[in-house]
């Protein structure tokens, strides 16, 4: 490999502390910023939903992250990419908050500074990180009949009674769709082109379909459209997860101050756990992450 720079990077599964479960991202460390060309061929060579860049700034203080999908196009928000960088960083002993003040931890996506908490697994020492969301702001809702339709159900098998389809943000603006039950939840085969054709009509991403769930130790279970940016199904988004219990809260589902988890991923085989809290300032959305594999690329 003479004369071609090598760059190490891990495959974490985020969203899980099981290997083969969760949400999987890759992690180039490098040395800094790359041509934009080069994230584009190396993301679409991993082909997984995102692939994310990071280094240690040490101007800025703080780790520098960045994600692409595999179609090229550069990724704002906190969801399983920035959850599994800072995981992958930590991992691998990086002390990217040491210059930091201790109670106010944060690193760079793209420009923006993102607060973290960051905690460790009593059992296994790995890290758990929670993101910061901005509080969600729930848009327009979108008619039910056109999101059945795209989704291969009928209009009734929405749970149109408590909730009605809704666009919410907290860093992305998607579209929380409430589904009566969760065999309707993992039958459901969407018609991608109706979803890209809704989702730029008003404006929003993907599409985060929610059954309630009573018993579980977690309180809805999810899958995630996203054909616009194409994802056409994502295991674990925690850029859905915010502005979801944003969306439960602000319709008295929920209770603020009080941490619920989310399932997502269990239609692809990759079940996901998501944590959530609602706060009067902003939203938590984090869990943990396991390197899966790990190996170098060449550029």
Do not use: W
């Not at 703080?62 to 960083?89: K, Q, W």
């Amino acid at each position: 490999m003479e004369g071609r720079k090598a760059l190490e990077y891990y495959v974490l599964d985020v969203f899980s502390n099981e290997s083969y479960k969760g949400n999987p991202l890759s992690v180039v460390f490098t040395d800094g910023n790359l041509p934009l060309d080069t994230y584009k061929d190396i993301s679409k060579e991993f082909g997984y939903s995102e692939t994310s860049f990071v280094y240690y700034s040490t101007r800025d203080k703080a780790l520098m992250v960045r994600s692409f999908t595999p179609t090229g196009i550069e990724i704002d928000g906190a969801g399983h990419n920035l959850l599994g960088a800072v995981c992958g960083a930590l991992l691998k002993g990086m002390p990217i908050f040491e210059e930091q003040n201790e109670s106010e931890p944060f690193v760079i996506m793209k420009h923006s500074a993102i607060p973290l908490t960051v905690s460790f697994d009593t059992v296994t020492f790995y890290p758990v990180v929670q993101m910061h969301q901005k509080s969600a702001v729930i848009k327009q809702e979108i008619p039910t009949y056109r999101i059945a339709v795209a989704l291969g159900l009928k209009i009734e098998d929405l749970d149109v009674n408590a909730f009605v389809p809704t666009i919410v943000k907290t860093e992305v603006a998607h579209t929380m769709v409430p589904i009566k039950n969760s065999q309707l939840l993992n039958s459901c085969v969407p018609d991608n082109q109706l979803l890209v054709e809704i989702s730029k009509e008003y404006n929003f991403e993907g599409f985060y379909c929610f059954t309630i769930t009573e018993g579980q130790e977690h309180i809805v279970e999810t899958r995630f459209f996203n054909p616009k940016i194409g994802i056409n199904e994502d295991p674990a988004t925690g850029t859905a997860a915010g502005p979801l219990i944003g969306f439960l809260t602000q319709k008295k589902f929920t209770k603020s101050d009080k941490e619920y988890k989310i399932l997502q991923g269990v239609k692809l085989k990759q079940a996901s756990m998501i944590e959530v809290m609602n706060r009067e300032e902003d939203i938590l959305v984090g869990g943990s992450s396991i390197i899966t594999m790990k190996g170098e690329l060449y550029i």
